[in-house]
């Protein structure tokens, strides 16, 4: 039997925090390692919670966040599924590296999916959020 994703629910409204990590309880197959804020000491918090994936809320306004979330992947952060508000901000947090992006309004069964596909390495796009492609010539 394989054990649980292991996931650490990064989000600044801690109402937020509580229900992704209410919502993710619910679904097999992962566990919830621990919760956060951005503000606090991420590289700290996965050194004590050995996530697998993080699962972070960016908000409605993330512009700081973006900045915060591009140097924590840099220090060799584990994988980041990010959640948006809106998809004008979907370019930014790719490349401040979060290899998956979806809207806030995802449910468990999503989220849970999403973070077991970054743990296999794909990247999860919703989407509103995916990168544009280039045409064929």
């Known amino acids: 039997m394989m054990p649980d994703l292991r996931l650490l629910v990064v989000a600044d409204d801690p109402l937020a925090r509580a229900g992704l990590a209410a919502l993710l309880a619910a679904q097999a197959g992962v566990s919830v390692a ?14 004590a919670f050995l996530p697998d994936i993080l699962i972070w809320d960016l908000g409605w306004e993330p512009s700081i966040r973006l900045e915060a979330l591009a140097r924590f992947i840099e220090a060799g952060a584990p994988p980041v599924l990010a959640l948006l508000g809106t998809t004008s901000l979907a370019g930014d947090a790719r490349s401040a590296g979060a290899r998956g992006l979806l809207g806030r309004n995802t449910n468990g069964a999503q989220l849970a ?16 959020m995916a990168p544009a492609s280039s045409p064929s010539p």
Do not use: I, P, R
Not at 34 to 47: H, I
Not at 113 to 128: K, S, T
């Open 113 to 128: 999916a999403a973070a077991a596909a970054l743990m296999q390495g794909l990247l999860v796009f919703d989407a509103e």
């Open 34 to 47: 621990g919760q956060t804020d951005s503000n606090a000491d991420l590289l700290g918090a996965v050194v």
